[in-house]
């Protein structure tokens, strides 16, 4: 009686996505009869927390508004709030063990002034991605049963680690701020490499914000920085010889400004706070069993399909998206001054070889004066198809995007031109199905063959194993008796195979 033997083998998948909409608001400090006119809303969302607890995943967060209004005096002004964000995704599949990677983006914005105070609202789009081990029990042997092995290569996980980091930059600006009107921080990984107990991450933080000058002119102004980072964080698993990925996230993020005036300069300390999630692997090898069989039994092999997950190298790919947005006619005499609340909305990934194909909805809002120096402003948005030039990228990738500055320009009285430097920070996978024998059974005895010698004539390509299987013998006692044959074969050989008195 056959007696089949099982391993156990755990491979890293990224087995699960969410998404959902959420609505946020809050009641600003600002009374509506105050309140002559809402220029802009515009709202960042952070992922600050995620849970897994009984087949739930609960990501938390929050949104800060900032919005920009008129005074009844016709004053531009501004005013922040904040609130909580909650999104609770349930699956019969989602594991305790797994590790979640969650996103929140802003998909829309809404103002009220028809209560008490100024209500601001938006709607949430949250993400979140599982990954775990899955463990698969794979035949490996047993008495009596003849196996065919084969290698198979896989990511095995050390380690994965998640926790927060805090950044801090300095900068100067050649003027004088008495507002911030808005604010918003991104971030792009572009390498990740392992050290000896950490992992080192390259990359890009992007500060933007609608500043109003102070002085006589009270310009409105956008500033943009580009901040290049190296950090190490902590992983005790982690070694030169291993890979590592890793997602970051803006956790909360803040701004001190000081002005100088006798230097008419103003002083910018930007701290942000990074979540993160990091997964150390190295490739593995594992030897499994490709087919069975055995001389005395006739036995059926059961086989599964395992998808596997090749993490490939993380990459920062850099394009600039631009088209014309059709607008209001504008004022005669006005002028473009800035813009704030910039967007984009990844719709579709597509992977064609060595390119992956975006396409998405980039918006902002665009802040004009008129000849008699008022402040007015436009929402726009065009769509966009972009090309991202990435060798070997796999067949399938996740796609970040991050906007690393904005501008727009007047092209005709109903027509502007937006535009959008966006770093889009790929991770690559390459998806492989392995086939694994699950189960082996015996179906009953073997008939055995009454000649002591026989003689077969095999198939024109046929291999070894599949000749022994075939024959019902070991491949060893197939070359004993033949040890002349050359495979593949041809189909003209003669097969001997002795089987001893019966």
């Known amino acids: 009686m056959t007696q089949p033997i099982y391993e156990s083998l755990r491979f890293n998948r990224n087995k699960l996505k969410f998404c959902d909409s959420v609505k946020a608001s809050c009641k600003a400090d600002i009374k509506s009869k105050d309140v002559l006119k809402v220029l802009n809303v515009s709202a960042v969302a952070l992922a600050t927390q995620t849970e897994i607890k009984d087949q739930n995943v609960k990501v938390g967060g929050r949104i800060i508004f900032f919005a920009t209004y008129l005074n009844t005096e016709g004053e531009v002004k501004k005013c922040e709030c904040g609130s909580e964000i909650l999104a609770v995704f349930s699956d019969e599949t989602v594991k305790k063990e797994m590790h979640a990677y969650a996103t929140a983006s802003v998909e829309k914005t809404e103002r009220a002034t028809d209560g008490e105070y100024l209500t601001l609202s938006a709607i949430v789009k949250v993400c979140v991605a599982l990954t775990g081990e899955e463990e698969v029990q794979a035949f490996s042997g047993g008495d009596g049963l003849i196996t065919d092995k084969c290698e198979i290569t896989y990511d095995k996980t050390f380690s994965q680690d998640k926790g927060a980091y805090p950044f801090d930059e300095e900068f100067d600006l050649p003027y004088l701020i008495g507002e911030v009107l808005s604010q918003s921080v991104g971030v792009s990984v572009s390498a990740v490499q392992c050290g000896v107990g950490s992992v080192i991450v390259d990359g890009e933080i992007y500060f933007s914000a609608l500043l109003l000058q102070k002085g006589g002119k009270s310009d409105i102004i956008r500033e943009d920085r580009t901040i290049p980072f190296r950090i190490e964080l902590d992983s005790q698993e982690a070694m030169p010889s291993m890979s590592a990925t890793t997602m970051l996230a803006v956790k909360s993020f803040k701004t001190d400004i000081a002005c100088t005036e006798e230097d008419n300069k103003s002083t910018v300390t930007l701290s942000v706070d990074f979540s993160y999630e990091n997964r150390v692997f190295a490739k593995t090898c594992a030897e499994i069993v490709a087919d069975a069989f055995c001389e005395k039994e006739e036995i059926e092999v059961i086989p599964t399909e395992c998808v596997l997950d090749y993490a490939k190298e993380v990459r920062l790919v850099k394009k600039t998206i631009s088209g014309r947005a059709e607008t209001e006619e504008l004022p005669i005499g006005a002028r473009l001054t800035a813009v704030s609340g910039e967007k984009i909305e990844i719709i579709s990934v597509a992977c064609e070889s060595s390119k992956i194909v975006v396409e998405g909805v980039f918006s902002l809002t665009a802040y004009y004066k008129d000849q008699e120096a008022d402040v007015f402003t436009f929402n726009v948005e065009i769509p966009f198809e972009t090309s991202l030039d990435t060798p070997d990228v796999g067949n399938d990738a996740t796609v970040l995007a991050v ?100």
């Open 403 to 502: 906007i690393e500055r904005a501008s727009a320009k007047t092209h005709s009285i109903t027509q502007t031109e937006i535009m959008a430097e966006v770093a889009f920070s790929v991770y690559p996978t390459e998806q492989k199905t392995v086939k694994i024998i699950r189960e082996v059974k015996s179906v009953g005895e073997r008939q055995p063959e009454k000649s002591a010698i026989s003689v077969y004539i095999p198939f024109a390509g046929e291999k070894l194993w599949s000749l022994a299987k075939r024959l019902g013998v070991s491949p060893e006692q197939v070359l004993k008796t033949n040890p002349n044959l050359q495979f593949p074969l041809t189909g003209d050989e003669r097969i001997v195979i002795y089987r001893g008195a019966n």
